[in-house]
């Protein structure tokens, strides 16, 4: 029974980190979409080449965050989160 | 070699100086909490320098995707960019999680401080003023100023 729960708890692991880096997909997305408006910007505006640039080097940096946020949440499902679960499962049942 | 555009080396400066005052901050709550050893400092300077790095990196292929013009271009660079710095991260994430010499909380916990600088940045967007839209909000008045008239104004002028 206890090796059951031990498989059920590593099996959610991997699958939470599994779906964890979709969120991964995301950004690579939207900052694609992101320079490219930025292009078209330029090409309207390009004395405003500075600021367009520097606006969006931030921005893409801070959409960023979401993918890797998503990389430290798999990393721990994976790496630190079965350790502690197993260790809390095995305590409790003695 | 290729000089490196000056808003990349400002910004990637500044965040690297908060990555440095984070770490100091983090290594010492380790000190007090009485966890420190060799490993958190290790782990510390790991994620750090890829955090910098993959700043770094992205700057660069910024200005590269917009000096290209090409919006697929640019698009298509973007993506294989962040899918490499995310393979980075991820390569030093592992080391740190599989390398004993690394304290895994340590590499993990300096991947978010850049984007801890970035949040600082944004609150202290006033007084460094690397936002400048003075320029373009000059050039998009005297724009508007030079369009064509509005069918209001038309009106107006057809009655006066």
Known sequence: MLELAIGIILGCCALGAGMAMIAGIGPGIGEGNAVARACEAIGRQPEAKGSITSTLFVGCAIAETTGLYALVIAILLIFVAPDMLVNILTSTLG | MKKVDKTVIKETKFVAMWVIIFSALMQAVFLIINKWDYT??????????????????????IIKAISSGDTAYAKKMMRASQALRTFLMLAACLAGALAPCFNIWATVIPVMFPRLSLLIRSFTVKQMGPFDTSAAETAHATEITEAEPTDDKKEVDRVE
């Open chain 2, 40 to 61: 958190v400092l290790l782990g510390n300077l790991l994620s750090g320098f890829c955090g910098v790095l993959s700043f770094f990196v992205l700057g660069l292929t």
